[in-house]
């Protein structure tokens, strides 16, 4: 009597449910555009070139969709992978400066702030105490 042995993968959060044909719904989603997108281009392409470059094209024009179905790096799909790496690359600046703003520096900040208020409503106070003076001298 022969054993028979299954593999049972250590991280159960990489195994991914099988919809039909051991595919994920994700892959049989991606393939069935493949072939909803490729066999009519395949079948256009036919009456201007001849068969095998009609193929060769139909091939390029499905690999998109092969590699969004079975692409993956580090649990990400291509697509999520592919922003990621456009912003890093692209959007974001290059050189990000590191700025600190340690407690010190706000204390300092917020008192000379401070000042500069009780300043200025010290001077709107002299300003109406000089306005009162003013209108009682004149009357």
Do not use: W
């Not at 555009?33 to 009609?54: D, E, M, Q, R, Y």
């Amino acid at each position: 009597m022969a054993a028979s042995y299954i593999s049972v993968p250590r991280d159960l959060t990489k195994v991914k449910s099988k919809v039909m044909f051991n595919l994920t719904k994700r892959q049989l989603i991606c393939f069935g555009l493949a072939a909803l997108v490729g066999v009519p281009s395949f079948f256009l392409l036919k009456l201007a070139f001849s068969i095998s470059t009609s193929v060769m094209i139909m091939m390029v024009i499905m690999m998109p969709f092969f590699f969004l179905a079975m692409y993956e790096k580090h649990g990400q799909p291509l697509e999520v992978f592919l922003k990621h790496f456009i912003q890093a690359n692209f959007v974001r600046p290059k050189t990000r400066p590191y700025k600190t703003d340690n407690y010190y520096a706000a204390l300092i900040r917020q008192a000379k702030a401070e000042e500069e208020v009780e300043k200025i409503v010290r001077i709107s106070e002299e300003r109406e105490k000089e306005r009162v003076r003013d209108a009682k001298a004149s009357d």
